[in-house]
C-alpha cells in the first residue's frame, strides 16, 4: 500500500462545494470560477508528488483552459453534477489527457456516460463502500472492477472510512481507495 496520487479539494468556509459549483453554473461563471481554481492548483502542486487528480466541471466551457496542465502528471475528472460535452471532453482526449468519471453510481453518472467516456479511471461514490448490504457492495465492485480490466481501466473506491470498507474494495478487487482512512485532506497555503 502506497500513496499513488492526490485530489485537488476546492473548500471555502461556510459554503458546499457542490453549491459554489452550482452557483457558478447558474451564473454562467464555471470557466471564471476554475480560473481560480486552477490558479491555486499550479501555485501548490508542485509540492505533491504522484498523480493529481482535479475536478473539471461537465461542461466544460473551453477545454483548451485546461491545456496549462498537460504533461503534468494530472487527471481530470469528469464530476456528474451536469450534462457532460462530449465535443468538448474529445478535445481533452486529443490534447492527451487522462480522464476519470467521478462519483459513479450517483446522479447522472450513468452506464451510458461510462461508455461513451471511456475513462482510464472510474471512481465509485463513497455511498457504495459505504452501504449496509454487503453481498450487493460486494457484488457491484467486483462486476466494475472486472468490466474496467476488460477495458483497461482502474477502479478507485472513494469513501473507505475504516478497515472493514478498506479490506472489502481489497478483497473484491479495486485498483485503488480513497477515504479519511487512508489520509484526510490537508489545508495547503
Known amino acids: 500500500m502506497k500513496v499513488f496520487g492526490f485530489e485537488a479539494l476546492a473548500r471555502w468556509k461556510n459554503l458546499k462545494p457542490n453549491e459554489v459549483f452550482w ?24 509540492s505533491t508528488k504522484g498523480k493529481t ?26 464530476t456528474e453534477s451536469d450534462t457532460i460535452c462530449f465535443t468538448a471532453l474529445n478535445v481533452l482526449r486529443d490534447l492527451g489527457f487522462i480522464l476519470a468519471l467521478d462519483d459513479f453510481g450517483t ?41 474496467a480490466t476488460r477495458m483497461n481501466t482502474k ?3 472513494e469513501g473507505i472510512e475504516n ?3 478498506l479490506q472489502a474494495a481489497r478483497i473484491n478487487g479495486s485498483h485503488y481507495g480513497q477515504g479519511y482512512f487512508l489520509g484526510k485532506p490537508e489545508i495547503i497555503c
Open 107 to 147: 446522479g447522472s453518472a450513468t452506464l451510458e456516460s461510462l461508455c461513451l467516456v471511456e475513462p482510464e479511471y472510474i471512481k465509485l461514490d463513497k455511498s457504495l463502500i459505504q452501504s449496509k448490504n454487503i453481498l450487493s457492495r460486494d457484488s457491484l465492485i467486483t462486476a466494475f472492477v472486472g468490466h
Open 53 to 78: 487528480f482535479i475536478n473539471v466541471h461537465p461542461s466544460l466551457p473551453d477545454p483548451y483552459f485546461w491545456e496549462c496542465l498537460k504533461g503534468k502528471n494530472v487527471v481530470l475528472e469528469i
Open 23 to 46: 452557483e457558478a453554473a447558474q451564473n454562467n461563471l464555471v470557466l471564471e470560477l476554475e480560473t481560480l481554481i486552477l490558479t491555486e492548483i499550479c501555485r501548490i502542486g508542485k
Open 155 to 157: 477502479v478507485i473506491v
Open 163 to 165: 478497515r472493514e470498507q
